[in-house]
T-cell receptor, first 116, second 110 residues
Framework: GAGVSQSPSNKVTEKGKDVELRCDPI?????LYWYRQSLGQGLEFLIY????????KSGLPSDRFSAERTGGSVSTLTIQRTQQEDSAVYLC??????????????FGPGTRLTVT | SQQGEEDPQALSIQEGENATMNCSYK?????LQWYRQNSGRGLVHLIL?????REKHSGRLRVTLDTSKKSSSLLITASRAADTASYFC??????????FGKGTLLTVNP
């Protein structure tokens, strides 16, 4: 079956512009995560959605970052007034239940964001 | 801040040799997972070891966990050129979050 998909695969934007990154999780997966990976670094947790519960936004680096998940499926990560330090690969993952509770996370291919 | 720290940062070996990567962490964990990443894109889950387990095998992979030393190791036996990738450990504490280290870049030369 289809895995996690993300779009666009690459995005180049000018500093100050807003961007939207999309994630389509695996059908039926209730948990969805967004991570950010800067060049040569590990993954930085951004936000987590689980079912109908309120999302955990504790990893969002600033109020320029927001995310929503509509209908418990597709998620959109929005970055407003982009800065050069926002340049990174943004990875989305989904799992059947709580990741880390033995439920494997399935990652998408990521969106490479470049802010010029 | 990063919970897991992989060691070494980079490892280069010949095909057929074994590769060992280590991960150290700071706080108590529920489980520890290893992931593989090719070309800086999506990660693939390799293996999960729970805090009450000491060793686990999956094909050519062997993972050990020493909770007293807060460390884990990933051994890849009989390496292949296709094993070339970055390998990350991720720890889960008392909540649902996974915290990733910065990874080990493994290069297997044919």
């Amino acid at each position: 079956g289809a895995g996690v998909s993300q779009s666009p695969s690459n995005k180049v934007t000018e500093k100050g512009k807003d961007v939207e990154l999309r994630c389509d999780p695996i059908s039926g997966h209730t948990a969805l995560y967004w991570y950010r990976q800067s060049l040569g670094q590990g993954l930085e947790f951004l936000i987590y959605f689980q079912g109908n519960s309120a999302p955990d936004k504790s990893g969002l680096p600033s109020d320029r970052f927001s995310a929503e998940r509509t209908g418990g499926s597709v998620s959109t990560l929005t970055i407003q007034r982009t800065q050069q330090e926002d340049s990174a690969v943004y990875l989305c993952a989904s799992s059947q239940g709580l990741a880390g509770g033995g439920n494997e996370q399935y990652f998408g291919p990521g969106t490479r964001l470049t802010v010029t | 801040s990063q919970q897991g720290e992989e060691d070494p940062q980079a490892l280069s070996i010949q095909e057929g040799e074994n590769a060992t990567m280590n991960c150290s962490y700071k706080t108590s964990i529920n489980n520890l997972q290893w992931y593989r990443q090719n070309s800086g894109r999506g990660l693939v889950h390799l293996i999960l070891i729970r805090s009450n387990e000491r060793e686990k095998h999956s094909g050519r992979l062997r993972v050990t966990l020493d909770t007293s030393k807060k460390s884990s190791s990933l051994l890849i036996t009989a390496s292949r050129a296709a094993d070339t990738a970055s390998y990350f450990c991720a720890t889960r504490g008392s909540n649902y979050k996974l915290t990733f280290g910065k990874g080990t870049l493994l290069t297997v030369n044919p």
